[in-house]
Each structure stands twice: as structure tokens, then as C-alpha cells.
Nanobody
Framework: QVQLVESGGGLVQAGGSLRLSCAAT????????MGWYRQGPGLQRELVAT???????NYADSVKGRFTISRDSPKRTVYLQMNSLKAEDTAVYYC???????????????WGKGTLVSVFS
């Protein structure tokens, strides 16, 4: 059974940094793009950053220059380094992966359970 296991959330003062990790576990035939999304209080889930299997990245305008997404493909892990955090970055952060669990199954989206990031002023 495929799972995305997130870690690294927590409480941090504005201006500080956190690093999120997400490991894809279980039986995986092919792992394609991975990414991070977030959902703030009373808001819809939004894209934060994505990274393709060949390392191409995409960021939301609100985090460009502050957040960096990276991946360790052999470890099936994606990271989100978050610097210069602001109160408006407070949200539950969800890991996403587009993957195929078996050669006979097409790729589909998987989601982690989320990790809470709270930024206080």
C-alpha cells in the first residue's frame, strides 16, 4: 500500500525556517512529479511548489525566493525548505505525488495526511 509520510511541521517565529520532508513508501512502480500544497484556515487548498522527475520546479508566486523544493529520487523523498516564514504561511501542508503502484496501473495522485506549520509574529 502506497503512503506519503510527511514530517517537519511545527511552530516557528516569523522570519524563521522549517524543512518539510515527505517519503513515498510501499510498492511503487514509477514515481513521477511530487509537490507540496497547503490549506490555510478558512481557505482552499493551494499549490506551493512542484518538482518533476527530472528536477524541473514550479512555485506559487507567494513563496518564490523564500521556499525551495527538492527531491532525492533514490529515497523517494521530496523536501520543502521554507525560509523567511510569514504568518500567512500558516497552514496544513500536504505532500502530493503522481505515481504508478504497478506496471499494469496508470499513474494517479496520492496525498499525505498533512503536517501543520504555524508561524507566529
Amino acid at each position: 500500500q502506497v503512503q506519503l509520510v510527511e514530517s517537519g511541521g511545527g511552530l516557528v517565529q516569523a522570519g524563521g525556517s522549517l524543512r518539510l520532508s515527505c517519503a513515498a513508501t510501499g510498492s511503487i512502480f514509477k514515481l513521477n512529479g511530487m509537490g507540496w500544497y497547503r490549506q490555510g484556515p478558512g481557505l482552499q487548498r493551494e499549490l506551493v511548489a512542484t518538482i518533476t522527475s527530472d528536477g524541473s520546479t514550479n512555485y506559487a508566486d507567494s513563496v518564490k525566493g523564500r521556499f525551495t523544493i527538492s527531491r532525492d529520487s533514490p529515497k523517494r523523498t521530496v523536501y520543502l525548505q521554507m525560509n523567511s516564514l510569514k504568518a500567512e504561511d500558516t497552514a496544513v501542508y500536504y505532500c502530493n505525488a503522481d505515481l504508478s503502484p504497478h506496471w499494469s496501473v496508470g499513474s494517479m495522485d496520492y496525498w499525505g495526511k498533512g503536517t501543520l506549520v504555524s508561524v507566529f509574529s
